[in-house]
């Protein structure tokens, strides 16, 4: 398992799972709608041959939202988690005025957390 709240990680799915450092980024994959970079031709060239393993679930949505309140929320791709090899992204921002990350509260009840996010999107039109 690897996550990271780290502001210098950029934000694309075979980078997260490849190195940690900023560099240029390239555009080029889409996935579900999705649209991706990449910081070098090696990972966009990965991705292309096999989106679905790195592109993030719940259509890259905070899968904390998905499991507590089964709606799409934003999240920030610089708070991942990479578990049993598929990445989780999640909500890191102000709410209601006060600092709140999501992975905090996933961490602490991930097997129930996952099973409802698992469950609400599988009944959400993608």
């Given at each position: 398992?690897?996550?990271?709240?780290?502001?210098?990680?950029?934000?694309?799915?075979?980078?997260?799972?490849?190195?940690?450092?900023?560099?240029?980024?390239?555009?080029?994959?889409?996935?579900?709608?999705?649209?991706?970079?990449?910081?070098?031709?090696?990972?966009?060239?990965?991705?292309?041959?096999?989106?679905?393993?790195?592109?993030?679930?719940y259509g890259g949505y905070c899968?904390f939202a998905m499991a507590m309140?089964?709606?799409?929320?934003?999240?920030?791709?610089?708070?991942?988690?990479?578990?049993?090899?598929?990445?989780?992204?999640?909500?890191?921002?102000?709410?209601?005025?006060?600092?709140?990350?999501?992975?905090?509260?996933?961490?602490?009840?991930?097997?129930?957390?996952?099973?409802?996010?698992?469950?609400?999107?599988?009944?959400?039109?993608?």
């Open positions: 398992m690897l996550s990271s709240t780290a502001p210098e990680n950029p934000s694309h799915p075979v980078f997260i799972f490849t190195a940690f450092k900023r560099v240029h980024l390239l555009s080029g994959g889409i996935c579900e709608g999705a649209k991706f970079w990449f910081t070098s031709e090696e990972h966009r060239n990965t991705f292309r041959k096999n989106p679905e393993k790195y592109a993030p679930q899968a309140k089964n709606t799409r929320v934003p999240s920030d791709p610089r708070t991942f988690k990479l578990y049993n090899g598929k990445l989780y992204l999640f909500f890191n921002d102000y709410y209601e005025g006060t600092p709140f990350n999501t992975i905090i509260p996933w961490n602490a009840d991930e097997a129930n957390m996952k099973q409802k996010a698992d469950a609400n999107w599988s009944h959400m039109a993608h």
